[in-house]
Each structure stands twice: as structure tokens, then as C-alpha cells.
DNA sequence: CTTTTAAATAAACACCATTTAATAATAGTT
DNA sequence: AACTATTATTAAATGGTGTTTATTTAAAAG
């Protein structure tokens, strides 16, 4: 019945942030709900209220602070690492232990969807935007190519490494478990670097393999 | 109230699956609800439960419909082209589509968890087994290799070719709009297949790269 | 024609996000 | 010191959700 002064509304904001954060460790998102976070933290649910405009609001908080944490651990992995190539695998490496490690709130990064439009969601670009400029560094200095290839290869090799980590933590057995994830990373980034290295005339014949070529029967 | 025989239990299964189908493709999959989907076919929600277990189980259905359907149209796409190489295109260009076409339903196959365990799930893995069938028979026509390595190859493409097209469909703006989905799957498969064609001694590569060997400082 | 059985419903339960109005405690002003 | 305004907090209400229950209705079986 309206103490006051307990805690700050920052304060407030940051218990939110983190009960919220353990329930979803834990529960997985779809197990988050206004009531658990709020009764978490010895508050109503009125008082989140107070603090975030809605649910959506504190999540994409919450996501904020995970890209950060990734992007934390990414610059963390490149200092244990000299040749190109070897950074790559390690920021990979590092991608996707991050992603079995904290699945559900690697999950809720790219799964839920904002209802809320325009709010903050040029933030969310520039995190991830982050995340491929560290590929890109790795890529200029494997090989010399115009700034547009090298951002067409960093987030291609990226997504890809992205989809690879997708699978890996998927609660369906879509594959069978004998390949793990850092398996297929290695082995899609050996592939593709190799051939990113030494195919210099590679987007020649990329306009060339377009589809609306002709083969002979 | 309770009148029979209106429609067979079969018969209200396939409305409530297209009804379900049709909510999921305007509303996405979270604006499904078992009430939505039982006044679309007028019926009461007890009705759904007389011949569903339960949500997740009609969710389930739809998402093997649906890589029914995708896999039908992967099939389909290899009626248009000759070159292995050119088929591996095909078949990415196909999947980005039906991505973007049916979103909500293609974002439902892998981001919906199943909490009813043990049930259907190993049809999943086969119908996703399939698809990636299809990789490995042009990737076999496209070189010789053993057959866990063709394994290994096709799942890591796809895998990549997956994650583009969940970046491509994403909400959050992820990505600067510039680069389209087939652009990133073009220049991967391009760079990959480069890379998978010409290095023979590409796995001996690999394992030598493993992250435990010192480099030079 | 009566009994059994299956189909369908209405209503209930326990949650959920969000909004509303009410209340308690502090801060500022006289 | 008393009064007001403001802010923090809550309780309760609204309308939604998945799922279960008991109940009714219609058809089939005897």
C-alpha cells in the first residue's frame, strides 16, 4: 500500500531485468510472465508497470543486454587467436557455445516478435551490426575485396553460422545427434573460405549462375 | 447442442487444420487460439479437444503439413534445372521463397516448442531428413566423396542456407536492407561449393586446424 | 419405445497482459 | 506543524488464454 523509497525505480528496473533474465534461463520465454517477475522482486505486477511500458518493453531490454554479453564474449574470443582464418573459427566457436549456453534467451533475441514497432529496434540493428563488422575485420584481412563483398560475405558466412547454432539447440531432432554444431561450423567455414580466398573472379561467375540461364538437355 | 454426424470426426480435423492454417497466415502463430480456430469452423472448443489432444498437438499437424509442402516444392524445383551446382541454387531459392511466402508457418516449425514430448517427433526428423536428402544427391553428383562427409556437407550448407532465410524473414531489422536473401544464399553456395569441389584434402585441413595448435606469435 | 452411446456444448478453473481506481507515504509549501 | 500535491504501490477489474468438467442433445441399438 504505497511504501515508498525502498528502492529506486532504477533499482526496480534492475531486479526486473535480472529476475526476468533467471526465470528465462530456466523456464525458457514462454515461461515468462509479468506476475512470476514482479512476485520474484516482492512487488506487484502494477509496479512493472510503473517501471517498463509493457512486457515487450522489458524483453527487449533483456535482449539488448544478451547481444551485449555476445558481443562481450565475441571480443573476448579474438584475443585468443592470431591467423584470420583462426579467428573466424573461434568467433564461431564462441557463437555457438553461447547459444547451447543460454539458449532461451538466445532463442528470444531472434524469436519474439515486437508488437511495439519503432521503438528501439534501430539499437537491436547496431548490436548485430557489431557482430558482423568483428567478421568482416577477419575477412579484409584474409583476402582484398571491395567493402560491399566483404559485407555480403561476412553476413552470409554469418547467417550461416547463425542457422547452424539454430539447429543445434533445436528441441526437435532435426538432426541426427552423431554432428554437432561445431562440427558443421568448421567444416561450412573451412569450405567456404577456401573458397573465398581463392576465387577472385567468384562473383563473375555468381551473375553468370543466375537462373535464367539456358543449360543444354 | 449436440446434434451428430453434421461432419465426421476426420472431416472437422481438416477444417480446424485449414482454419488454423488461415489464422496463422494473417495473424501469425501467436495470434492462434483454440477459440479463434473452433468459431472459424463454428464449433465450441470443446470440440477441438474431442478430436485434438491438445494445441500442440494440432500445431504439430500443421507444421508436418507444412514441410509436406515444402518439400514438395523443393521437388519441384529440380524439374528447372540440369547442373548440380545450378540445383543446389534452385533448391536455396525455393526454400528463401516459401520462407517469405508463409513466414508465420515456416517460423512456427522451428521456433514452436513442443511441450508434449515423445509423441510425433521422429516424423519431424524424417520429413526435415528428406530435405536434406535432396542437398546430398547433388552434392554426390558434384564430387566424390564418402558418404559421412556428404552428410556432414549438406547439413552444414542447409544449415546455412536455413539461417539466411531466418535472417531474411526477421522483424527486426537485422540486417541493412540492401542484401537480399538470394543474394547471401547465392554467394555462400558459390563460395562453399567452390570451396567443396576443388579441396580434396579439405579435411585433412580441418582436423589440422583444430583450435588447440599454437600458433606463431 | 426405451436404453445406450457419441457428439457437442456451456460453464468453470486457473492462468495471462494490461488498465483502472484507490491508497499510502513522502516531498514541498505555507 | 499542518496542508497539499505528488509519487509509489497496490487491489481489483477487464477481457483474453488453454484445458477440464459436467451436462445436454441427437442419433443408433436393443
Partial sequence: MGRRGEHSKSEIECMALEAAEAIIEEEGYEGLSARKVASAIGYTVG????????????????????????????VDALTHCRLPQQCVM????VYIDFAAQHPHRWRMIFEHQPRDDGL???????????????????LKA???????????AARAL??????IAIMTIA????M???????????????????GFRTTEINNVITRTMGRTIDYPK
Fill in 142 to 152: 584474409l583476402a582484398a575485396r571491395p567493402d560491399e563483398e566483404i559485407a555480403l
Fill in 171 to 174: 528441441r526437435y531432432p532435426y
Fill in 47 to 74: 509496479s512493472l508497470y510503473f517501471v517498463f511500458r509493457n512486457l515487450d518493453e522489458l524483453i527487449q531490454r533483456i535482449n539488448g543486454r544478451t547481444l551485449d554479453q555476445l558481443y562481450a564474449v565475441q
Fill in 120 to 138: 528501439s529496434l534501430e539499437i537491436y540493428r547496431e548490436k548485430v551490426e557489431r557482430l558482423y563488422e568483428l567478421v568482416e575485420k577477419q
Fill in 90 to 93: 573461434e568467433l564461431a566457436t
Fill in 176 to 194: 541426427e545427434g552423431k554432428l554437432s554444431g561445431h562440427q558443421l561450423s568448421t567444416h561450412l567455414i573451412n569450405q567456404y573460405l577456401t
Fill in 158 to 163: 554469418w547467417n550461416g553460422v547463425h542457422g
